[in-house]
């Protein structure tokens, strides 16, 4: 049988410190031989397709392959299945909803990665963004630590406000000590002029080719932290800022690993910017799975029948 988990079934299912203790494992497991694809191709008209396989994690016992179609303009943006299916002969476990998937593995991860890098003194929170990224990487933020004001810019403040967040017009990098941006932006919404030394900045939306949130100058000047030095250099923030891998400070395996300090010099920002693995998609369903498995949760069919 295989168990059909959709959005509202994912979201029950997600237990944070499950996930981020799985997400954190990824991260310190060394590299993968061969590496896992990362496929993605335009279609025509607005949108683009992606695929990413196979997600795998040591000590578990099933891999993820994630078809993802990409549409900015509509409500989700992302429509498509992650497969969960067992390691030892490919049964098909579960089929789960991408977009769903994808905003609690990257949420989480960036949380995860946000409170490593960011200074402990950090105390105000900001996002450039109020959409689903931003509530689940709020989500983790809120369970990894403490914060004394949270605020929002969104081109729809009602959106920011529900984040929940104080809505601010557009200058969170001067109202926050850590800044996540998650946005579809394709030119530059922070500068150096905007920030302060010491400051941390979480850019999400820099994933695929031509996607920019940060300027060429702060990114040069930044403490840059990435998932994937290749990825960033393909499609991440390295490429679409015309950088080569020299501006890139290390990984955050690396850090975890503990062969990178987390902390910054204080005399510069630093800055995150994933571009995602496929082994987070495995993190995530895998945890949902085993939640869904114990509850009762989501609707089983007999594909084979």
Not at 28 to 53: E, K
Not at 101 to 119: F, K
Not at 212 to 218: G, I, K, N
Not at 255 to 281: C, F, H, K, M, N
């Amino acid at each position: 049988m295989t168990l059909i988990l959709g959005r509202s079934d994912i979201a029950a299912a997600v237990d944070l410190d499950a996930v981020l203790d799985l997400l954190a494992s990824g991260y310190r497991a060394a590299a993968a031989d061969p590496a896992p694809l990362r496929i993605r191709t335009g279609l025509p008209g607005p949108g683009t397709a992606t695929c990413l396989l196979p997600g795998l994690l040591a000590d578990v016992p099933a891999y993820t392959v994630k078809v993802n179609a990409k549409f900015p303009a509509t409500a989700p943006a992302l429509r498509g299945v992650v497969c969960l299916h067992a390691l030892a002969d490919g049964e098909l476990l579960a089929l789960l909803d991408s977009a769903s998937v994808t905003a609690w593995r990257t949420g989480l991860a960036a949380a995860l990665a946000t409170h490593t890098l960011a200074p402990p003194t950090a105390t105000t929170l900001g996002f450039v963004g109020a959409g689903a990224q931003a509530t689940t990487t709020l989500a983790g933020l809120r369970h990894l630590r403490s914060w004394s004001r949270i605020v929002a810019a969104d081109l729809d403040p009602a959106r920011a406000a529900a984040l929940p967040a104080a809505v601010v017009p557009t200058a969170v990098a001067a109202a926050a000590d850590v800044v996540v941006l998650a946005t579809w932006s394709r030119e530059p919404l922070v500068g150096l002029a905007d920030v302060r030394p010491g400051q941390h900045l979480t850019s999400l939306g820099a994933d695929e080719p031509g996607k920019r949130e940060l300027a060429t100058d702060l990114l040069r000047a930044s403490r840059l932290i990435v998932d994937d030095v290749d990825l960033a250099l393909a499609g991440g923030a390295l490429g679409s800022a015309g950088l080569d891998a020299a501006a890139c400070d290390g990984t955050l395996g690396e850090i975890l690993r503990g062969t990178l300090p987390a902390a910054a010099p204080p005399e510069r920002p630093s800055v995150y910017s994933p571009v995602g693995l496929p082994w987070q998609d495995l993190a995530l369903s895998w945890a949902v799975y085993r939640h869904a498995v114990r509850t009762g949760a989501g609707t089983r069919v007999d594909l084979l029948g």
